[in-house]
């Protein structure tokens, strides 16, 4: 009895300490450094200068004085990225009329194919304050750098192509600076309750 108690408690704690070295490992992924926190926090996000899908320019500066989540994907991604927009778009749903003062941008990794056009069709299916940006390969480039985002175009068999890439949402703050990854792994409500404080 004892011996299988004890099992228990080093299986918790094992598991903890694997959960630990994991968030460290994703904060150091993310960042791409070893510094401390405040810098590390400080080298994720920055300018960029894209296209929505309604084919207007579109910058960081557009997002200035209200929080604001960001995600990297593709429109031809199966399952991550979709479920992640509908789960994002759940969470500005449950804000309400307090979805005005905040915002999601889904910035694509595959601008060979995501053009506003197809963004803006692709996005009918979610909530309407998503914004799909795009542009080309060089400002899409400078945006994924500015986020540490990993993004790859994957040949497949049948000559198409996919892209492996970072699945990470990014939380902002009235000034563009990264405050965490935002976790959507809980209920909507708790989720629009988090984001709604960097309101």
């Known amino acids: 009895m004892v011996n299988a108690k004890a099992s228990r408690v080093m299986l918790v704690l094992g598991a903890f300490l694997a959960g630990l070295v994991l968030f460290f490992g994703a904060i150091l992924f993310i960042t791409g450094r070893s510094s ?5 926090v400080a080298a ?4 960029f200068h894209l296209t929505d899908q309604n084919g207007k320019p579109f910058s960081d500066q557009d997002m200035k004085g209200r929080p604001f989540l960001v995600f990297f994907g593709f429109t031809h991604c199966p399952d991550i990225c979709p479920t992640t927009l509908f789960e994002i778009s759940q969470v500005l749903r449950k804000l309400g009329p307090s979805a005005n003062r905040t915002g999601a941008l ?9 053009t506003p056009a197809v963004l803006k069709d692709y996005l009918s299916n979610f909530d309407p304050h998503l ?45 563009g600076h990264f405050v ?6 809980r209920t909507p409500e708790a989720a629009a309750d988090d984001l709604r404080r960097y309101m």
């Open 44 to 47: 994720v996000g920055g300018p």
């Open 180 to 185: 965490a990854p935002f976790n959507l792994n």
């Open 131 to 175: 914004r799909g940006l795009t542009g080309d390969q060089a400002s899409i480039d400078a945006a994924t750098k500015a986020y540490r985002v990993y993004a790859k175009k994957v040949p497949l068999e049948n000559g198409d192509y996919t892209m492996d890439h970072t699945a990470i949402v990014y939380l902002m703050d009235k000034n």
């Open 36 to 40: 401390p926190i405040g810098q590390a």
């Open 106 to 114: 889904f910035i694509t990794v595959d601008p060979e194919r995501d």
